[in-house]
């Protein structure tokens, strides 16, 4: 079982930053494939970001690149999402996900564990 558990969410103005959290549970944190994906009201889960296990390949949507940074500490076992130059559209409940086979896929139900999710809310 992991637990994951996001942190960092909540109401900023478009422009500004956040950096998001996720505190993961388990010894084995360095074997799992991370990533972050967003939902907004009546809007399907999309994949925003993306990890390897070793943190060397990175993966983003198009929408946030140049924008948003992923990266992990996995002495911490710890994954990060920085959001930078927000916008209006950013605005949804972000969730940590953990594929326990190592692998980075941009489609949810290849992940196996979730944590609770955090808002972010991006006004104009």
């Known amino acids: 079982q992991v637990l994951l558990v996001e942190s960092g969410g909540g109401l900023v103005q478009a422009g500004d930053s956040l950096r998001l959290t996720c505190a993961a549970s388990?010894?084995?944190?360095?074997?799992?494939?991370m990533a972050w994906f967003r939902q907004a009201p009546g809007k399907e889960r999309e994949f925003v970001a993306g990890?390897?296990?070793?943190?060397?390949?990175?993966y983003y949507a198009d929408f946030v690149k140049g924008r948003f940074t992923i990266s992990r500490d996995n002495a911490k076992n710890t994954v990060y999402l920085q959001m930078n130059s927000l916008k209006p559209e950013d605005t949804a409940v972000y969730y940590c996900?953990?594929?326990?086979?190592?692998?980075?896929?941009?489609?949810?139900?290849?992940?196996?564990?979730w944590g609770q999710g955090t808002q972010v809310t991006v006004s104009s």
């Open positions: 388990g010894r084995t944190f360095s074997n799992y494939g």
């Open positions: 996900a953990a594929d326990v086979e190592g692998t980075t896929q941009r489609m949810a139900r290849w992940y196996d564990y």
């Open positions: 990890i390897t296990r070793s943190g060397y390949y990175t």
